[in-house]
């Protein structure tokens, strides 16, 4: 991805230099500086202290994971709205934060971002592979669907419904992981030849998802509205892990920037690579926030993650 070879506007940008510790009581990171939440905690300021209106809060990706403060938010919203992808804790989390708030809160669960159950892509796509479709045909049905899908909207109902929109770690989660495993139990009917061929068109449709999902959380801003991001970005592993100290030891923020989005490029993850671009590349670079930290992610994986908010251009 040389695209991220050169750094993105001047921005600000902070790095945690302590590993995450999960603790047994929510820490929303109003104390704790070295936690993924207290990095989130200032990118949600940031947004919120800038809007003028605050009537609706809509986060995408936030209920089971605990990162954002949700009995904070539904205080200083009129109304917020949770959505997942599949079942969530957000009873949970609210009663671990107090419980005060849920009369506030909305869950929306089991909602689709890449519309591909509204055309029955999976049941299609396993189909094929059980008949054994031959992969230039498998490839072709899985490149029309990106243009399918672009005609539908996950939530039409919320367009240009929201002051603040929220995206926590959704990207990586979008489709690709899902439809390798599927494919996976099917690879050896095809020769060496072929399954590249396939696993091509699931990344040009990846992208095309991933598009279409920041389109998507465009949409739901009203005028004036903002935007909060973030994603993991790259696993932090024995072959890369001199990328973590070698930020450490760079002094200035330019230099860090660059350092750290040259890694981001050849080291991140393909799918929270294209989206944070793409998604950074509709902001307006004035009052921009940009903050990374390395941190400990769901089932103990570290992570260097990335995230940003602000407004769109125009």
């Known amino acids: 991805m040389r695209e991220f070879q050169r750094p993105f506007q001047p921005i600000q940008m902070q790095l945690q230099q302590e590993p995450y510790v999960e ?13 993924p939440r207290y990095h989130i905690r200032q990118l949600l300021e940031h947004s919120i202290e800038r809007l003028s209106v605050k009537d609706k809060a809509i986060i995408l990706g936030a209920g089971n994971h605990g990162d954002v403060d949700l009995p904070a938010m539904a205080n200083r919203f009129v109304e917020v709205t949770v959505v997942d992808s599949e079942d969530n804790v957000i009873d949970e989390v609210l009663s671990a934060g107090g419980g005060m708030a849920a009369g506030k809160i909305r869950s929306l669960t089991n909602i689709d971002y890449t519309c591909l159950n509204q055309i029955q892509f999976y049941e299609t796509w ?15 049905y899985i490149k029309d669907c990106a243009f399918q899908v672009k005609r539908r909207s996950a939530l039409p109902q919320w367009q240009h419904q929201c002051t603040l929109v929220v995206s926590s770690s959704v990207h990586t989660q979008l489709f690709y992981v899902h439809a390798l495993s599927q494919f996976a139990g099917y690879a050896s009917q095809y020769n060496e030849q072929e399954i590249p061929q396939i696993i091509d068109a699931l990344r040009t449709l990846r992208n095309s998802l991933i598009g279409d999902y920041n389109r998507m959380l465009s949409s739901l801003l009203k005028p004036g509205g903002r935007i909060v991001m973030w994603t993991e970005m790259i696993q932090v592993q024995e072959q890369n892990r ?6 450490y030891q760079l002094q200035t923020e330019e230099e860090r920037v660059r350092f750290l989005f040259r890694a981001f490029g050849e080291h991140g993850m393909e799918a929270a690579v294209v989206g944070l671009k793409e ?22 994986k570290e992570y260097i993650s990335a995230g940003f908010s602000g407004r769109l251009r125009g």
């Open 126 to 140: 396993e189909e094929m592979l059980l008949n054994q479709a031959p992969a230039a045909e498998v490839a072709s």
């Open 279 to 300: 998604l950074h590349d509709q902001l307006s670079p004035e009052d921009c926030l940009f903050k990374s930290w390395v941190g400990i992610a769901g089932q103990e």
């Open 23 to 35: 603790e047994d009581a929510i820490d929303w990171g109003s104390s704790e500086w070295a936690t």
């Open 242 to 247: 001199h990328l973590v100290e070698k930020l």
